[in-house]
């Protein structure tokens, strides 16, 4: 065959000595592979989609001079009886092969112009849902704590996470060797006893801040800590806290007493009753242990309360003189009241969470409950 189609296709079968059904197939796939070749090329040297399937629609369909016609009237017309169903299956095949060739062309034509159009898709029809994110339970419960401490008068402020022993423990009362250090002596940075820790609660921003500001002091600070606990369903290496701290000239057992029923009303409900346990800090004197009646069942006993009636909200007390030792306070001219509040705890308790682990391992399913 020779390489133009047109030229070839002019001659009849019998001037091209075709005398076989085989033969004739061997021609067609020879078209066929030129008709492809052409295509390629075309995109090779970047004709447009557009101008490429016309030209090809013309030289290969075209009514008067394409090389189908030509087959059709030098092949089909004049071929011997014995080999015409061989020559007409053969040019319909071929025909179905072009047609689909260059009808798929256009139709990606048509999609890069949409494209660079930016030709809009049936406007009735549902848009792109974005996924949008919602604050997390523990962020939600920080949102609170602070709404309620703000409307009292507290400001909020923040503090390294990196801490040195001195903010974490002497400067609060807890010297070296304190057994208060046990359950709290942990993850320390460069070797043992070096001078850097993951501080264990936000109480280093108690001495941070009174080092910084002359009384009065009314500060939360919410934030990460650290222990070294092992994780179980209410136990990980972090957890979040909030601190309070609250000093004046004026401050009594009962300002402390009536901040903490304020705080247990706003956040558990105005039906909430709450109670002092005694119990130790080395920064605090007295010190308590703030439990409030069960938001569940009101104090009757149920589940959550696991049926005494109280849960247990927060460590507290009134600031050990001390403490104002450390910060170059006054212990005779001023007092105040500290709390730290466990804030996984209290969202896990309001929410009915039942296991730390559900806290952070970011499942939507989990998050979306919150919204
Ligand atoms: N820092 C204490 C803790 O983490 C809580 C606390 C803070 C207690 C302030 C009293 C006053 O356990």
Redesign the pocket.
């Known amino acids: 065959m020779t390489t133009d189609p047109r030229e070839h296709t002019k001659q009849t079968l019998a001037q091209l000595g075709i005398k076989t059904p085989d033969a004739i197939a061997q021609e067609f796939a020879e078209l066929r592979r030129q008709f492809d070749q052409e295509n390629i090329n075309f995109i090779d040297i970047g004709v447009s989609a557009h101008d490429q399937s016309a030209a090809l629609r013309l030289y290969w369909l075209g009514r008067k001079a394409g090389i189908l016609s030509q087959i059709t009237n030098n092949w089909l017309k004049t071929a011997p009886p014995e080999l015409k169903p061989a020559v007409g299956q053969e040019l319909n095949k071929l025909k179905a092969h072009i047609e689909l060739v260059l009808e798929e062309s256009l139709n990606h034509f048509k999609e890069q112009v949409d494209l660079q159009l930016g030709v809009p898709e049936d406007l009735s029809l549902p848009g792109i849902e974005r996924a949008f994110g919602t604050r997390h339970l523990i962020r939600q419960t920080f949102e609170e704590l602070q709404r309620i401490f703000t409307a009292i008068g507290f400001s909020v402020v923040e503090g390294p996470e990196i801490e040195t022993p001195y903010y974490n423990f002497e400067a609060l009362n807890i010297p070296e060797h304190h057994p208060a250090r046990d359950n709290m002596d942990t993850f320390y940075i460069e070797g043992a006893r070096s001078s850097y820790l993951l501080r264990t609660?936000t109480?280093p921003m108690q001495i941070r801040t009174m080092e910084k500001e002359k009384p009065p002091v009314r500060i939360v600070v919410p934030g990460k800590v650290y222990r070294r606990d092992n994780p179980d369903a209410t136990h990980g290496y972090m957890f979040h806290?909030i601190?309070g701290l609250a000093v004046d000239t004026d401050i009594t057992f009962c300002d402390f007493k009536g901040a903490v029923e304020y705080f247990a009303r706003e956040f558990l409900g105005p039906k909430t009753k709450t109670r002092l346990r005694p119990s130790y800090?080395p920064?605090?004197e007295p010190?308590a242990e703030v439990d409030a009646t069960c938001h569940v069942c009101g104090g009757k006993g149920c589940r959550v309360c696991k049926f005494s009636g109280w849960i247990e909200l927060f460590?507290?007390?009134m600031v050990n003189p001390a403490v104002y030792g450390f910060v170059k306070y006054d212990p005779e001219r001023l007092s105040g009241f500290?709390?730290?509040m466990g804030v996984d705890r209290l969202a896990m308790m309001k929410y009915g969470v039942t296991e730390v682990p559900l806290l952070f391992q970011n499942d939507v399913r989990f998050l979306r409950q919150f919204p």
């Open positions: 609660h109480s806290q601190e800090f920064f605090t010190s460590g507290a007390g500290a709390f730290g």
